[in-house]
């Protein structure tokens, strides 16, 4: 994967900014970054806006706290609306061509087995990250940037313990490419979505929300035809296995909240940057 250096180290530039704007009190200017980053302004400032498609400054922006308001505010998606409109599981989502299909539930009670996933350790725009697939699509992909790599196979593999895994980077590369930009765009990106039929409706109702925009758990929970399970609807996304193609990180609070994310509020909040930022380039 040809791209995979320059992510890696993009992203790391990128976490390393995002440790030092959190702990500020009031905005770093440009050259306090570069510094930190043992860096020239210049060329922190054209490796950066290289990575995120906008300047150190407007990042910042996009990583307040309060971003994650604005985004309900004004970039707010009603699914039922987004339905509507074809931004489903049929379309263009997030600027990934995806097609998806679900395990039975016979099939998921059976807890993998019988089931072939393969497995490789992909660089990603978001660091390290551990991708699984079967022969029909993608089923799992964790970040190790919070939790470690023996973590998050640990927790991959605990989901379907009774998958035999093999790995074998090479049969998914091909998916990875895609999923992560880097591919020609000729074909479209498989998932396989393993998991309970509940958390299944979750997870397609997360695919409808598109790239850049946001909705909350509640709104999620009436487009399933349940409004009263909003924390089921929490504990579902929480369990998405196919961490950004099943788009988990655009769920936030109605209050404006992040909520949780099961691989790091760091990542998240990476990932809702890179996708704000992506939008306005």
């Known amino acids: 994967m040809n791209a995979e250096p320059n992510q890696s ?3 790391h530039v990128m976490r390393r900014a995002i440790d030092l704007i959190d702990a500020a009190d009031e905005p770093l200017t440009l050259n306090d970054l570069a510094a930190e980053m043992q860096m020239s302004p210049a060329h922190f400032q054209r490796l950066f806006t290289q990575w995120v498609g906008v300047s150190p400054k407007r990042y910042q922006q ?9 985004l309900l505010s004004q970039q707010f998606t009603t699914l039922g609306t987004a339905h509507e409109l074809g931004l489903s599981g049929s379309g263009r989502l997030h600027d990934l061509f995806l097609r998806w299909e679900a395990m039975s539930p016979g099939e998921f009670a ?9 497995w490789g350790w992909f660089e990603s725009p978001f660091g390290l990250s551990l991708v699984m697939g079967t022969e029909k699509g993608i089923c799992g992909i964790g970040y190790v940037s919070e ?6 196979m640990e927790d991959l593999v605990s989901r379907w313990p009774k998958a035999e895994f093999i790995e074998d980077p090479m049969m998914l590369r091909p998916w990875v490419l895609n999923a992560y930009g880097a ?17 299944i409706k979750v997870w397609e109702a997360l695919l409808q929300i ?3 925009q946001v909705t909350t ?3 999620i929970a009436e487009s399933i035809g349940n409004p009263k399970a909003v924390r089921a609807v929490g504990t579902a996304v929480g369990r998405n296995p196919v961490s950004y193609l099943i788009p988990c990180h655009r769920a936030l609070r109605k209050s404006g909240g992040l909520g949780g994310y099961h691989w790091g509020l760091p990542v998240k909040r990476a990932i809702l940057a890179w996708e704000s930022a992506r939008q306005e380039a």
């Open 110 to 118: 059976r807890k993998g087995e019988g089931l072939r996933i393969y």
């Open 217 to 219: 758990y509640s709104e």
């Open 183 to 199: 591919g020609d765009g000729t074909e479209k990106t498989p998932l396989y979505m393993i998991g309970a039929p509940f958390q």
């Open 62 to 70: 996009y990583l307040a706290l309060g971003h994650a308001k604005e």
């Open 210 to 212: 598109p790239s850049g």
């Open 147 to 152: 939790m470690g790599e023996e973590a998050a």
């Open 9 to 11: 180290y993009h992203f």
